[in-house]
């Protein structure tokens, strides 16, 4: 009598029965601390007085519960950590907007066919100077002038047919580009491919992109802010 007892109300009370048992359902089919306590106590209310259950086992399932409720609370803790964690990336990534950003390189592609196409910011409003483009051993191949630039300043849209100073077509690669120019207060200016201002920041699936001259591009991908 004593284990149908038990099986009988242990059954009540996981499926939330609260007819026979008067204990409040659980609707969801999920067993809490309170739960777990709960029939704990039904066991041993209907437990075999000559079998008496062993408190070893009590104290085990009692630790185990604590356990799990612990990992569970970390869990939760640790999902509401990383929402605030990406919400502060956003207000970082706004934050960025006006201050200038590097993506830790200066090298364009150039293509197998076609012009290299890429974009330089200039800070200062360009009265004279060149671009200097080398390959990756460092060496000068091109040097542009930039006098069809006189006068402007900003982000500049430019283009390279792959010729080296001799008239010479270059291969396909990386080859980086770097600019030296006197603006029109005469002071000596420098500056490169890969630093931009931050002109906004977009959104796209919750990744940031910031727009970096006429592109957008994905924060990660930026290795300085300054």
Do not use: C, H
Request: aromatic share 8%; net charge negative; glycine share 8%.
């Amino acid at each position: 009598m004593a284990i149908n007892g038990i099986t009988q109300n242990l059954n009540t009370v996981a499926n939330g029965d609260s007819k026979s048992s008067g204990i409040a359902e659980n609707p969801n089919g999920v067993l809490n601390k309170d739960s777990f306590m709960k029939l704990l106590l039904v066991e041993l209310q209907y437990q075999d007085p000559t079998e008496p259950m062993d408190s070893e086992k009590i104290l085990t399932q009692t630790s185990q519960l604590a356990t799990l409720e612990s990992a569970n609370n970390t869990n939760k803790t640790m999902s509401e950590l990383v929402k605030k964690l990406d919400s502060n990336m956003d207000m970082g990534a706004l934050s960025a907007i006006g201050k200038m950003a590097s993506l830790g390189s200066n090298a364009v592609m150039l293509p197998k066919s076609g012009p290299a196409k890429f974009e330089i910011y200039f800070q200062e409003e360009i009265k004279t100077g060149k671009l200097t483009i080398t390959d990756k051993n460092g060496v000068v191949v091109r040097e542009i002038s930039l006098d069809k630039q006189a006068g402007k300043d900003g982000v500049l849209a430019f283009e390279w047919d792959g010729f080296n100073d001799s008239g010479e077509q270059l291969p396909a690669g990386y080859y980086s580009v770097k600019s030296e120019y006197l603006d029109v207060n005469k002071k000596q200016q420098k500056t490169q491919f890969g630093i931009y201002p931050v002109e906004s920041v977009r959104f796209e699936n919750g990744e940031p992109l910031m727009k970096l001259g006429s592109s957008y591009v994905p924060m990660k991908y930026i290795v300085e802010f300054f």
